[in-house]
């Protein structure tokens, strides 16, 4: 018997919210017995939340003779003595910046095949789907392997609750190679932003912004959402946005539950990378702006009345902030 192992991912030690879908795609099948791996000594805060979305064991990997956060190659060597341990063929983990690392180091010292940004995953045949040439083409890959290693685009499934009971286990893995890289610094942003691409809600502004300082009115809407904020390539080429912020073909690709559109046509390019929003809203002058005719709800008018007329409404309903 093999089992499906989830890699479980944190910020600020909360899990992040996007790890759910990726646990209710492991699953879906009704025979599946999914286990979640975490690198933190936080089985037991995390049990409750992770029960409930359907996982049967907690595996909580640490070492006492090195520290493996100083290297991804660390976490890898122990990810695939743990698989080893406990007869995990299948590893599926967000197809983030940190997910896609791990995921890839752990299937190169398998010597397995791995797929990332997969849109649709089949754990029973394994084969998965991912959009290609921006979206225009989608592929069905199917793995013949031994191990079967994915990484998910966040936000692609929906979290759907499966509650059961979770044991609690904790793994000591054999790390005993060089880490090929170290770990020197980590940056990070303003623990109140929201990653882009797994953002639930974005709101992006583009060339009618007219300027930086104009974006200050989406932060502000942004903060009562709970949302992230991006741009399209024309307000970060004119040097409104940095391009981490960019959305569409050559920036991010980004699957939120809502995505509202400020001032942005709806080039193609820019479509490419949030078309499968779930909702999307289009807030331009333009009647006639491509974007219109793509998206589900549209309101024709000045950004720079709408977007402040929704923050106050947003304050009037006790949103967060
Ligand atoms: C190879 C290639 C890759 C590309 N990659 C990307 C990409 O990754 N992401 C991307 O976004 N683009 C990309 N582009 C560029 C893309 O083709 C468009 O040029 C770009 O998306 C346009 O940005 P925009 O919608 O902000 O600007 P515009 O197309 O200029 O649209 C501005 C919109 O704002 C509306 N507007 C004006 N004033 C207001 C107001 N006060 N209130 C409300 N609405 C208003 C206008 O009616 C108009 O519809 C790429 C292009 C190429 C060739």
């Known amino acids: 018997m093999s089992f499906i192992g ?4 944190s910020r600020d030690g909360e899990i992040k919210d996007s790890n759910f879908g990726v646990i209710s795609a492991a699953c879906s099948g009704d025979s599946n017995d999914v286990y979640a791996l975490i690198f933190a000594d936080s089985a037991e805060e995390q049990k409750e939340i992770l029960e409930q979305y359907g996982i049967s064991k907690i595996i909580e990997i640490s070492s006492s003779q090195v520290d493996l956060d100083a290297s991804p190659d660390l976490k890898a060597q122990a990810l695939v003595d743990t698989m080893k341990q406990y007869d995990i063929t299948t590893l599926v983990g967000l197809g983030s910046p940190v997910g896609k690392d791990l995921l890839l180091r752990t299937a190169t010292r398998l010597n397995a095949p791995s797929v990332i940004d997969c849109i649709g995953v089949d754990f029973t045949d394994h084969t998965v789907t991912k959009s290609h040439f921006s979206g ?5 890959l ?32 054999e790390v005993t190679d060089k880490p090929g890289v170290r770990v020197r610094e980590i940056k990070t942003t303003s623990s109140a932003a929201v990653d882009l691409t797994e953002a639930s809600i974005i709101i992006s502004g583009g060339r009618a912004m007219g300027d930086a300082d104009n974006f ?20 970060v080429d004119a040097g409104f946005a940095p391009h981490s912020m960019q959305v569409g073909q050559t920036g991010k690709t980004v699957s939120p539950q809502l995505y509202i559109g400020c001032g942005i046509s709806g080039a193609v390019q820019h479509f490419a990378g949030m078309k499968t929003s779930k909702v999307i809203v289009a807030i331009n002058t333009d009647k006639d702006a491509p974007i219109l005719g793509k998206c589900d709800y549209g309101v024709i008018g000045d950004l720079f009345e709408v977007v402040p007329a929704l923050t106050e409404a947003l304050k009037e309903l006790g949103g967060e902030s």
């Open 216 to 235: 200050k009115i989406l932060n502000e809407c942004a903060s009562l959402l709970g949302a992230a904020v991006g741009a399209s390539r024309a307000a």
């Open 6 to 9: 989830v890699l479980i991912e």
């Open 136 to 140: 225009k083409t989608i592929a069905k």
């Open 142 to 173: 199917k793995i013949e392997s031994d191990y079967f290693i994915c990484g998910i685009r966040p936000n692609s499934y929906e979290a759907v609750k499966k509650p059961c009971t979770a044991q609690i286990v904790s793994y000591t893995p």
